[in-house]
């Protein structure tokens, strides 16, 4: 039977809290243009439409480009995610895909702007150098689970231009743990990770979390259990930038690391760790993405 599962990741982790505000919802979920690309579009009327929505994405974003050749090419990047984000929703109708700021961007190009997990080889040797979760039974198991529903997920989050998605990664299932071990979500701050953890890799102690430049959730683990905890958004906002220096206030912790370890490979023990311990926090390691 094919099981469903929100986000099957790597790490897992447990969380005790001091005190916890509840998160703001995001305006990205009455956002109709991002509802734009729909899993029942007919091919060609998705293509039909395409000038219309690459207009409306310019005014959005207030995107210009250098000349006709620019743009004719920029057009037709974003016609190709178009169909991407298309094939996607049909893959996972319970996802919602569509149009963001990123749609001009080819794979390539976001990657190498955006996305600061170190590499795969290195995120490799990490995880075989931290401590491993116990097997766990994976008898009936649910076939489908959405941590969403149960309001353990804070909503949508914009690292920029910084390459700061392995602290999203990190504060994201420190969110779910926290979630879990409180009953309350609390929205945890990113920027505290990209200003203030500076953990290397015991594998290869050259590799460094380096703020913009990159990171790792393992050494940013490691770090949350040196510090104490993570501040809240509110209390530590997000600037996308790693020139402020640490403002950690420890006084101000909201949500904090008893322990964590690195979850199977194993579909099946990935499911029975979603299920058992909420939303974990892990990557791609052959593209290098972050994932929540």
Not at 19 to 27: E, I, N, T
Not at 173 to 197: H, I, M, P, R, Y
């Given at each position: 039977?094919?099981?469903?599962?929100?986000?099957?990741?790597?790490?897992?982790?447990?969380?005790?809290?001091?005190?916890?505000?509840?998160?703001?919802?995001?305006?990205?979920?009455?956002d109709p243009l991002i509802l734009q690309v729909v899993p029942d579009a007919e091919d060609d009327e998705l293509m039909l439409n395409a000038e219309a929505h690459f207009s409306s994405f310019l005014r959005r974003f207030g995107k210009s480009y250098a000349d006709e050749k620019e743009h004719a090419y920029r057009f037709s990047v974003f016609k190709a995610n178009l169909w991407r984000a298309q094939r996607h929703q049909r893959l996972d109708p319970?996802?919602?895909?569509?149009?963001?700021?990123?749609?001009?961007?080819?794979?390539?190009?976001?990657?190498?702007?955006?996305?600061?997990?170190?590499?795969?080889?290195?995120?490799?040797?990490?995880?075989?150098a931290s401590h491993e979760a116990p097997i766990l039974p994976t008898n009936d198991l649910p076939t489908d689970i959405d941590w969403r529903d149960s309001g353990a997920v804070t909503a949508v989050k914009?690292?920029?231009?910084?390459?700061?998605?392995?602290?999203?990664?990190?504060?994201?299932?420190?969110?779910?743990?926290?979630?879990?071990?409180?009953?309350?979500?609390?929205?945890?701050?990113?920027?505290?990770?990209?200003?203030?953890?500076?953990?290397?890799?015991?594998?290869?102690?050259?590799?460094c979390d380096s703020g913009c430049n990159g990171g790792l959730m393992t050494t940013a683990f490691e770090y949350l259990l040196k510090s104490g905890g993570l501040e809240r958004e509110e209390d530590y906002p997000y600037t996308g930038?790693?020139?402020g220096g640490c403002k950690f206030d420890k006084s101000k912790i909201a949500a904090s690391v008893k322990n964590f370890s690195v979850v199977s490979m194993d579909d099946d023990q990935i499911a029975a760790n979603l299920v058992k311990h909420g939303p974990l926090a892990g990557s791609r390691i052959h593209t290098g993405q972050c994932d929540t």
């Open positions: 039977m094919e099981r469903r599962f929100l986000s099957p990741l790597l790490l897992v982790l447990v969380a005790l809290s001091t005190s916890v505000v509840s998160s703001s919802s995001s305006d990205a979920d009455n319970t996802a919602v895909h569509g149009i963001t700021k990123f749609s001009d961007l080819t794979p390539a190009e976001f990657r190498r702007n955006y996305l600061g997990l170190h590499g795969w080889r290195r995120l490799r040797r990490a995880l075989a914009d690292q920029g231009s910084c390459g700061s998605c392995w602290s999203f990664s990190a504060a994201g299932a420190l969110e779910g743990a926290n979630f879990l071990a409180t009953g309350k979500l609390e929205s945890l701050s990113e920027q505290q990770l990209v200003d203030c953890d500076h953990e290397c890799d015991s594998s290869e102690p050259d590799a930038t790693d020139r």
